[in-house]
């Protein structure tokens, strides 16, 4: 399994995701909800609770890494987000193509293909820095730590605002997954499905940094 780590920069701070957040994440959420029809945001404390303990168990598959998101600006939690999907390309591949994940991701042997999502800010950080901030850190995690080939983000196909957030970073759109998964709304969701991968990275870092307005 990968140690746990923290990343930090750009006036945010990622901490491995732990129970003892479930206040911030509650005091986060707090207010006017209606940005949050598409992701399950947490309610209140014991809902954010679950919400860690949840994520924790997806952190123990060895295929999650779930992170708090701190604006350190404020020193508040601000959301939160995670990798996962991760997966590690075996060599030889496994015959036949598809027949289950490669080995389970290790500080050893990183993931070679990830995905971000599982995304959400409380309404006080939704179009300020932090979005940008964390995907600068995370992808560049992905591809200049771990050497991952491709990093993959998807939101439901209704999502407007998410979709446009990730085509401004440089997400590469792929298609819709139809009837892909259950919504938070209890309806079948359609998923849209982006990309960026190793060869696209300096460009969208590059696309980044301006938005952060930080030097390259």
């Known amino acids: ?24 994440l509650a005091a986060a959420a707090a ?19 679950a919400y860690a303990e949840l994520a924790l168990a997806g952190r123990g598959t ?5 992170f708090a998101v701190l604006d350190l600006r404020s020193g508040q939690v601000a959301g939160s987000t995670r990798f996962l999907d991760l997966d590690v390309f075996a060599f030889p591949p496994a015959w036949p193509p598809g027949a289950g ?11 070679t293909v990830a995905e971000i999502g599982s995304t959400w800010y409380g309404p006080a950080w939704q179009r300020t820095h ?20 491709r990093v993959t983000l998807k939101t439901d196909a209704r999502n407007a605002r998410s979709r446009a ?17 259950m919504a938070t709304d209890g309806t079948v ?28």
């Open 165 to 181: 957030a990730i085509e401004r970073i440089g997400g590469q759109f792929e298609g819709i997954r139809r009837a892909h998964v």
């Open 62 to 66: 060895g295929r999650q890494v779930p």
């Open 101 to 111: 994940q490669g080995p389970e991701p290790s500080d050893e042997r990183p993931p």
């Open 189 to 216: 969701r359609d998923s849209a499905y982006y990309s960026v991968t190793a060869a696209e990275w300096p460009v969208v870092r590059g696309r980044l940094q301006a938005r952060l307005s930080v030097p390259v």
């Open 31 to 49: 207010g006017d909800r209606g940005s949050f029809g598409y992701t399950w945001v947490p309610d209140g404390t014991a809902d954010a609770r």
């Open 130 to 149: 932090v979005n940008t901030a964390c995907k600068r850190l995370l992808l560049a995690h992905a591809f200049e730590q771990w050497q991952a080939i």
């Open 1 to 24: 399994m990968l140690s746990a780590f923290s990343l930090e920069g750009f006036g945010v701070r990622l901490e491995p995701l732990a129970l003892d957040h479930a206040e911030g």
